[in-house]
């Protein structure tokens, strides 16, 4: 079984959410903690994350495609090297993140 959706055949409810994930470590502590997490769903509402480690092991957000709003909003935040973005980016600026973070399948 894989980690996470890869193609539209994984979601077998596609109607699931999640409502929201929030990522923040714990009080105190510093640096990158979050890694090797993946969220599968239908839907996914809001996600914040806090300092995840992108570059040490597999980290994404799996969504089943109906053609818009799979995804509700994402933010992200790094307080190491004070990287800030969010998705879906306005108007023209270009997406800051990842690009293989978020998949819509």
């Not at 539209?8 to 090797?36: L, M, N, Q, W």
């Not at 239908?42 to 994404?60: K, Q, R, W």
């Not at 307080?79 to 306005?90: F, I, L, Q, Y």
């Amino acid at each position: 079984m894989a980690r996470h959706a890869t193609s539209h055949e994984d979601f077998e409810y596609p109607a699931t959410t999640i409502k929201s994930v929030k990522v923040r470590g714990i009080k105190g502590v510093t640096g990158r903690f979050f890694e090797d997490t993946n969220f599968s769903a239908g839907s996914l509402g809001t996600v914040s994350i806090l300092n995840a480690d992108f570059f040490n092991g597999e980290i994404g957000l799996y969504a089943y495609d109906v053609g818009g709003n799979e995804i509700r909003r994402v933010t992200y935040r790094d307080t190491e090297s004070g990287e800030k973005w969010s998705w879906p980016v306005k108007g023209i600026q270009v997406f800051g993140g990842p690009n293989d973070f978020i998949r819509i399948l």
